[in-house]
């Protein structure tokens, strides 16, 4: 089979290009259409303890994820004012109306002056409300601070200048988690910018251990695409050194691309999204198949300063290295393959699309470089080269070194 490959490859090059530049753009589309989400419950398969958890979490108890919205208003007794205060509340009513879909409850100062208000005038629901009196807000915290001094501390700071709205979510993604995060942003800023000028130095973000996973989940994202560009680079720079050519070294990166985008191009295709287990497919498929191609190219240099022919050092390349080429990725690629039957899925779309990759770099190994070679007719700085891939039968198979 090995043997045949070169007269394959020696009829129809360009068509084998077509074929793998069409396969390389497709990939490059897909990976444009990927997202990058991770959601905790769907780490497992269906109907595992960890996602079944999850779900009657979600569907009885309001949601298992917490994320508090930090206020600082920058001056002593900041809080005790009527309008900061009716602002607080103002934002839990639109947070619980408008993102009902991703929050289920919200609780901060602003229901403890509500309630502690309500309690005080008879239990009478209009008064289930923050005053409008600083002096009504004070005393009304001067005896929930006497009945809990503990739980006004863990809600407000002693000099009530700083609090917290605690937010109770439901599981989602991270990608539904940024979405929702601009949104709150947009509701922060319309309800807190009349207070601006009479607190110039307030402060309202997000925190808690929802943003915090996003904002790690950005930074690994950001972190493996560098890496991968990286890697790209001085694999080709130690492709040029080691082939002594310029061309060669830009020829032996392009088989490589091809397997390193084609999980990422598939997930994008088929709507599959990138979460920090997936990331890592990429860098650790171009370290494999770049090994391939090393062996590869540097054993059909070394045939063509011993033979002065394309064609034989094809040949011979072909013979001696495709076999070791093939069980190579048979291993890998079956040995990835196990992994596909993991109850974790992280490490199943590791072991599935890993896999196939690791196949698809064997075709890119045996089809596209010779391909590439038929095309390009590199010479890798030998001279007296026959640029030619017909074989000669009376030529001579080896020079003495």
Known sequence: ????????????????????????????????????????????????????????????????????????????????????????????????VELA?????????????????????????????????????????????????????????????????????????????????????????????????DFPELEVRMTGSIPLMMRATDEIAQSQYSSFTLALGVICVIM??????????????????????LSFGLMGLLGIALDTDTLMIAPVIIGIAVDDTIHFMTHYRLELIC??????????????VGAAVIFTTMVLGLGFAIMGFSDYLGIAKIGIFGSLAIFVALLCDLFLIPALLHVFKPDFGVKDVQPTFALDDTAPRRIPA
Request: hydrophobic fraction near 45%; glycine fraction near 6%.
């Open 307 to 320: 033979t002065r022919s394309m064609a034989l050092a094809l040949h011979s390349t072909m013979k001696d």
């Open 101 to 197: 879909r991703e929050i289920s409850r919200t609780w901060s100062l602003a229901d403890i002056v509500k309630d502690t208000s309500q309690i005080m005038n008879g239990d009478d629901p209009a008064f289930y409300r923050v005053p409008d009196s600083e002096a009504m807000i004070s005393q009304l915290l001067y005896l929930f601070n006497s009945a809990n001094p503990d739980d006004r501390r863990a809600l407000v700071s002693d000099d009530y200048s700083r609090s917290h709205i605690t937010l109770n979510a439901y599981n989602a993604g991270s990608y539904q988690y940024q979405q929702f995060f601009d949104e709150m942003g947009v509701l922060i800023d319309e309800v807190f910018a009349p207070l601006r000028q």
């Open 1 to 96: 089979m090995l043997e045949a490959v070169p007269r394959l490859v020696a009829r129809s090059p360009g068509t084998i290009l077509g074929i793998f530049g069409a396969i390389l753009l497709l990939c490059i589309y897909g990976t444009s259409q990927v997202r990058i989400d991770s959601n905790i419950a769907e780490l497992t398969r269906e109907g595992s303890e960890m996602r079944v958890a999850y779900e009657v979490v979600d569907e009885h108890m309001a949601g298992a994820q917490n994320m508090e919205i930090m206020i600082d208003t920058g001056v002593s007794d900041g809080l005790l004012n009527p309008a900061m205060l009716q602002a607080v509340d103002r934002l839990q009513t639109r947070i619980e």
């Open 240 to 261: 040029m050194l080691t082939l002594g050519s310029i061309q060669g070294g830009l020829l032996a990166i392009v088989p490589n691309l091809i397997p390193a985008l």
